[in-house]
């Protein structure tokens, strides 16, 4: 008969294999953060370009004028004005849904869309404004702009790529429905609670 051995692992082999796995897993986090970064970025200028498509239908059936948009309930720019809504509500009709305004690196970080209701907030220098000839008022007196050149939403909070050296990238939505993303690189300023 013959002399049988064991034939399992060693507590040191299996101590090595596990150092060996959790050194590789730390290795590999970074770079799965990295692409869930940047899936939240493309997901965000997605929902920019939805809502930027929402628009210009909204202007393609309202004698070509911008909705009146509320951009935050809890400090309304249109105080005691009813059919003056919040973005979603005032799109919804254009296939805006709660998804639409809810930046996915948001909800991460401040969770605006939780205080307000949509991720990102619109500039109301534009409501009720001709797509054709916007008038803005400027410190210079009042001007026409042409839509391309006309900030109509944008990231409340710049959640997008953020790195140790707080350089991080906001969405910008346009009135001619382009979306572009800007690097910041301003100190950050806390959240207000």
Not at 92 to 102: A, F, L, N, R, S
Not at 122 to 143: A, S
Not at 158 to 181: E, T
Request: a neutral charge.
């Amino acid at each position: 008969m013959k002399n049988q051995k064991n034939q399992g692992f060693t507590l040191l082999e299996l101590l090595c294999s596990i150092a060996i796995i959790a050194t590789l897993a730390a290795l590999a986090f970074p770079v799965f953060r990295t692409y869930r970064d940047k899936a939240d970025g493309v997901t965000c200028v997605s929902n920019l370009r939805q809502l930027g498509s929402a628009v210009q239908n909204y202007v393609a059936r309202n004698d070509g004028r911008y909705p009146e948009i509320e951009p935050d309930p809890q400090n309304p720019v249109y105080p005691g004005d009813e059919h003056v809504k919040g973005m979603q509500e005032t799109l919804e009709e254009y296939g805006v849904t709660k998804e639409v305004v809810k930046c996915p690196a948001d909800l991460k970080s401040y969770n605006y869309f939780g205080k307000v209701g949509s991720s990102y907030e619109w500039r109301p220098f534009v409501d009720d404004e001709l797509q054709t000839n916007p008038v803005i008022l400027t410190r210079g007196g009042q001007r026409t702009v042409p839509p391309s050149k006309i900030v109509l939403a944008f990231d409340v909070e710049r959640v997008h790529g953020m790195s140790s050296d707080f350089k991080s990238k906001k969405n910008y939505l346009y009135g001619d429905g382009h979306v572009r993303a800007y690097w910041d690189t301003a100190p950050r300023i806390p959240p207000k609670n």
